[in-house]
């Protein structure tokens, strides 16, 4: 009898040692989403000698609240055409466009709701399908196994009973829930297909134009950074005037450039679109000499693959508290990295075609926007091409950020190159062409005009 992870089982042979046979597949089951490592949280069994069947499904369901919460932006169709083409839908080419819209809505997420922020219904939504495990399925296939070896009844599939029971809300946790409830609708909102969404389809193709690309072209992790720095810092929604967006030059991040970032307005910013309508929490401030920053870093991993040394420096940088994940994906396959387990990476995948949805309305149905089901693939598939994005609230965030990458970028003895560096002042300070010495002309990050070997990706191969 094939199994759903994989081991063909003889019902026979199960019959016979049923208790035993039951606990290791509770046991092998249970420890593959006992170990799932996602951003700043490690659910590994190192420490842990003998974890019951609760604490273990605790732990799972806390990674499918906080890995549903994320906004899971797909292809639509559907919609109204987009800028300067008839297209009525992204399917089969905006692929790369969707995972950067899943990586700035994490950052605004981070920014309105804070980082441990779950989305109520979260553990509501059912599986799109059975490639990936969830807790509930779990639960059956352990059920269906102890059914079959002891010759009982399957129980009727139904989802459990919450762990415990509902807790009356007073008057001010309502008004909280109320209050980021209205900031999930509104995060959805700006991400809508329509030319009015700050953040949407359309207005995303309306800034590739400006960069050479059309509705239907591939765009890559690179040039899609360079269009959401330009939307967020075009967005006229005063719910968007506390942040902005800082890109990476030739995979050096300036110091400076992206402090200015966080107390320079707005280009053609007045205070009344500063004026965020939208009550803020505590911990966020739109004012303009304190705007928070998502910062873009595309950098390259390795020549025609990914070289294995940056799997390590990968699981190191999706570790970091204030980093909202990967865009990259297979060749011509993108997706949104948001995790790793051992050695392989956890993503949202953005190929899956959706009707477009109206969100415009108070009460639009948020489901198709949130995943269920998360994915997995090896590090080794990972095309080297993608883009690194963090959140910076403040300065003074960014100067955590800046000594936690130093840590990560610090150079061993296997790693003759950084994946991108941090250095201070601005970029306007570093006259790249002046004087270099040939130590310096090899050093990867520096363009030298001579060398003009091109690749299909998204960089030059210095």
Request: hydrophobic content about 35%; charged content about 20%; glycine content about 6%.
């Amino acid at each position: 009898m094939p199994c759903g992870n994989g081991f063909p089982l003889s019902l026979d042979h199960m019959e016979n040692k049923a208790s035993d046979e039951v606990e290791k597949v509770k046991t092998k089951f249970m420890s593959a989403w006992h170990n799932v490592k996602y951003n700043d949280e490690d659910f590994t069994t190192a420490s842990c000698e003998a974890p019951d069947e609760d604490f273990v499904m605790g732990d799972v369901e806390a990674f499918r609240k906080d890995f549903a919460s994320r906004l899971w932006l797909t292809y639509r169709e559907g919609f109204p055409p987009l800028p300067g083409s008839t297209l009525t839908s992204d399917c089969g080419w905006g692929c790369m466009l969707r995972a950067g819209q899943m990586m700035l809505a994490q950052a605004l997420i981070m920014h309105f709701q804070g980082r441990d922020w779950t989305w109520s219904q979260a553990l509501a939504l059912q599986p799109l399908d059975t490639e990936t495990w969830t807790t509930s399925a779990a639960k059956r296939l352990v059920a269906s196994l102890e059914a079959s070896l002891q010759g009982s009844p399957q129980p009727p599939n139904r989802a459990s009973p919450p762990s415990h029971p509902a807790r009356a809300l007073g008057p001010a946790e309502e008004a909280e829930a109320h209050l980021k409830e209205l900031y999930h609708r509104t995060l959805v909102s700006w991400f809508g297909d329509s030319p009015a969404a700050q953040l949407g389809l359309h207005r995303l193709v309306q800034l590739g134009l400006t960069l050479g690309k059309q509705a239907g072209d591939w765009y890559g992790p690179a040039v899609v950074s360079h269009i959401l720095k330009k939307a967020v810092k075009e967005a006229v929604d005063p719910g968007l005037a506390g942040v902005t967006a800082y890109i990476s030059q030739d995979c050096t991040v300036y110091c400076a450039d992206v402090i200015d970032c966080h107390t320079a307005p707005k280009a053609g910013q007045t205070p009344e679109q500063a004026s965020c309508s939208l009550p803020l929490p505590e911990s966020t401030s739109s004012s303009l000499n304190n705007r928070a920053v998502f910062i873009l870093i595309p950098v390259r991993l390795g020549g025609e693959k990914i070289n294995s040394k940056y799997f390590d420096f990968t699981k190191s940088i999706l570790s970091l508290d204030y980093c909202v994940g990967i865009i990259g994906g297979k060749p011509k396959q993108a997706c949104y990295f948001v995790g790793f387990q051992d050695e392989s990476l956890i993503y949202m995948d953005p190929h899956y075609c959706q009707s477009s949805v109206d969100v415009s309305t108070s009460d639009f149905p948020l489901q198709s926007f949130h995943c269920p089901s998360p994915k997995k693939m090896p590090f080794s598939k990972m095309d080297p091409s993608c883009t690194i994005g963090f959140y910076s609230r403040s300065v003074e965030d960014f100067e955590r950020i800046r000594q936690e990458l130093s840590k990560v970028l610090q150079p061993s003895a296997k790693d003759k190159y950084p994946a991108f560096t941090l250095v201070q002042g601005h970029s306007r300070d570093y006259d790249l062409s002046a004087a270099l010495t040939p130590e310096k002309r090899e050093w990867p990050f520096i363009r030298d005009p001579r060398r003009t070997v091109t690749t299909s990706g998204d960089f030059v191969l210095l």
